[in-house]
């Protein structure tokens, strides 16, 4: 069983409190080249960060909010936040758009 990325319950306080899209910022900022969507996600690809043998980005969901998202590349599993901050459990990616999320990941980082 994964533990979630460094064994946190929840996503680092200071980069909860940083949302990728600033009030009043036009939605199209958030669609720049460091930004990538996948199905309803938006993952900042720029900014995957190693913790706990996992890698972490910031995503936009459907609605917006700003979660956390982490690939274990090895096990070819992934696990995000919930709105809260915490983080849920490692799950083979099921849709289409996270298969290729993962593939993208995986495959950039030999």
Known sequence: ??????????????ARATSPNPAGAPA??????????????Q???SNWQPMGG???????NAKGD?????INCGARK???T??????RTWDDPQADFERRLV????????
């Open 1 to 14: 069983d994964l533990a979630a990325p460094e064994t946190r319950t929840q996503a680092p306080a200071a």
């Open 28 to 41: 199209a900022t958030v669609a720049s080249s460091s930004w990538r969507r996948y199905g309803p996600l």
């Open 43 to 45: 993952v900042d690809w």
């Open 54 to 60: 996992s890698l972490v980005a910031p995503i936009l």
């Open 66 to 70: 700003t979660l956390y998202l982490a």
């Open 78 to 80: 992934m696990n995000a």
């Open 82 to 87: 919930s709105a809260a901050g915490d983080w």
């Open 103 to 110: 593939n993208d990941l995986c495959s950039s980082r030999g």
